[in-house]
């Protein structure tokens, strides 16, 4: 008896644990999708038998519930009415599920949202797919999420099979896009990129409008798989009218066919056209900037006389003013640079300064810091045959001697007023990702008695990725924190434990940076 009441108790812990734990999962995806903007739109008519636990569901992963009644008459408002926590949206008549989806998206965006994840009031889809959105959305910031049904055994009319299909050719032939479920209702919306289109219908084909004019205004559209529930025929509750939405749906398609040749085809090379010219327009200034302006000047500047330590710090002045001009005054094109430096910071102090590493647009910003800013380099760019000569002579050091070998170099450049900056990472990431950090930074430190200080960038990455050579639009945020002084450093441990301990603060708050700029993507 002992033992089977030993088990009982030890099950009955294992099952509160287990609760507990998705409780903390829950609780941890709730402020995740509230972090990035993300609430969830819920239009309904007339579906009192399945919008209380489809509300109760979506209230568990979400706590920014938004339902648009659109003129239910069966006793569904009297149920939203009983529910709490919820924003409930109600007018009195009927008027179509684009016009609630609308009101619900202006709703969403006067709260501050710039996500909205919608679903359907007729318990088809499964709250438990929000976190696949929330992950897409972190994916793909600025997208337009489709949850693709899965089709393995579900059963489906041929009617429903053959008007995807069709919705499919048709959103196809006017956009020159795939996508494999054009008739889903489970989305997330951009709402800043949606928000200035004008819907021409407001009932079921309205989705379809949507999705073809986000392709045509460049929103970038990807599809996640989603599970999806259909009651039995006889339980299925459907305003789906066969003829006269065929009909509208029909209409709509035709009419969207003629607006792809003078609208659509037109914004499309509009967007490849600007994409083109602000590439063009950034290499030719660099070309004639770098090559025909500075680095002639240069030239002529270090070979006239003796390199003394004015002539070098007069360089260093040449090369600050020029990152700033370039990143900061004039501003590279399709980058919407914002910053923020920590109050007091004091940066003419000699430190050791340590960023992540997305893209060749970072050094551009980091220079325009100080001019007291000596980087390590990659050995191509030491030995580069048009800019290598400068590089070498404002003393920037190639990575590859090692730290040891460099750090005679680092003592001088420190004496003389410098600041060391160093990519702890090593090389630039290809999706942002922030790789594991590398201890030479915190050696130096270590070894020379600096702080480090933390700058963080982001959207560099976005606007010229790696191995890419067209310039996208993004915002460019860089922030520089309070230092972390030799104490503070030697509490974490050795260098090794330094590197381990900052790492994952910085990954915490670059998270908080990355959901911010995100809804402005």
Known sequence: MCNQAEAKDTKQEEVQAQRKEEEQELQEIRRRLRARGICVIIPTYNNVGTIRQVVTDALRYCADVFVVDD??????TAV?????????????????KGYAL???????LQAGFAYAITM??????????????????????????????????????????????????????????????TQTGFRLYPLRKLWGYRLLTARYEAELELLVFSAWH????????????????????????????FARISALNTLLCGLAVVYGLPCWLWRKTATILRTLGAFLFFVFFMMAVITP?????????????????RLHLLIYHAARIVGTKIGVPGARYHSNISKGLDLDKPSVLICNHQSHLDLIYLLSLSPRLIFLTNDWVWHNPFYGFLIRHA?????????????????????????????PEGTRSFDGHIARFHQGAFHVA????????????????????????????????????SPLSPSDLQAMGDTLAQARHVRHDYLRHYQAVKDREEQHA
């Open 71 to 76: 003129g239910s008459d069966d006793g569904t």
């Open 80 to 96: 939203l009415r009983a529910l709490n926590d919820i924003r409930l949206l109600h007018y009195g008549r009927n008027r179509g």
């Open 102 to 108: 609308k009101t619900g998206f202006r709703a969403a």
């Open 120 to 181: 359907d009031g007729d318990g088809q889809h499964f709250a438990k797919d929000i976190p696949a959105f929330l992950d897409a959305n972190d994916h793909w910031p600025g997208a337009l999420i489709l949850g693709s049904r899965k089709k393995e055994g579900i059963s489906r009319s041929k009617g429903s099979n053959f008007a995807n299909s069709f919705s499919n050719f048709w959103f196809t032939v006017q956009t020159c896009r795939r996508v494999p479920d």
């Open 218 to 245: 460049g929103v970038a559209i990807h599809s996640i798989p989603v599970d999806v529930y259909y009651p039995p025929a006889e339980e299925r509750v459907s305003h789906f009218r066969p003829g006269a939405d």
């Open 297 to 313: 000047g240069v030239w002529i500047y270090i070979h006239c006389g003796r390199m003394t330590e004015r002539k070098k710090w």
């Open 395 to 423: 003393e920037y050091y190639p990575a590859a001697e090692g730290i040891d070998a460099l750090m005679p170099h680092f003592r001088s450049l420190i004496s003389r007023g410098y600041s060391i900056a160093v990519f």
């Open 446 to 481: 270590e070894a020379l008695g600096l702080d480090i200080i933390p700058a963080c960038l982001y959207g560099t990455g976005r606007v010229l990725k790696k191995r890419t050579y067209h310039l996208a639009k993004s915002p460019v945020y860089m922030e520089v924190g």
